[in-house]
């Protein structure tokens, strides 16, 4: 089940964000890191030149859980 417009695939909810070039990867990349930082909660982030891969799970429970929510509805709020 898909949360917003992220996928969730193998336990994890995942989306690509695109860019127009590296400067506003490295913009959101920190916007990201720092929700994480914030909500103690922390994403693979995959970055390229012009797009950022992020996923969240929840370890603890071995899915996506309400803290994968909160942090994907944050970072949604940063594009």
Not at 15 to 33: A, H
């Amino acid at each position: 089940m898909a949360f917003l417009d992220w996928a969730e695939i193998n336990n994890k909810l995942e989306k690509t964000f695109k860019f127009e070039n590296y400067n506003e990867v490295v913009l959101f990349t920190n916007k990201v890191m720092q929700i994480a930082i914030d909500q103690d909660h922390h994403p693979e982030i995959h970055v390229h030149y012009n797009f950022v891969k992020v996923r969240i799970t929840d370890y603890e429970h071995g899915s996506v859980s309400a803290k994968c929510q909160r942090f994907v509805i944050a970072v949604n709020q940063v594009v």
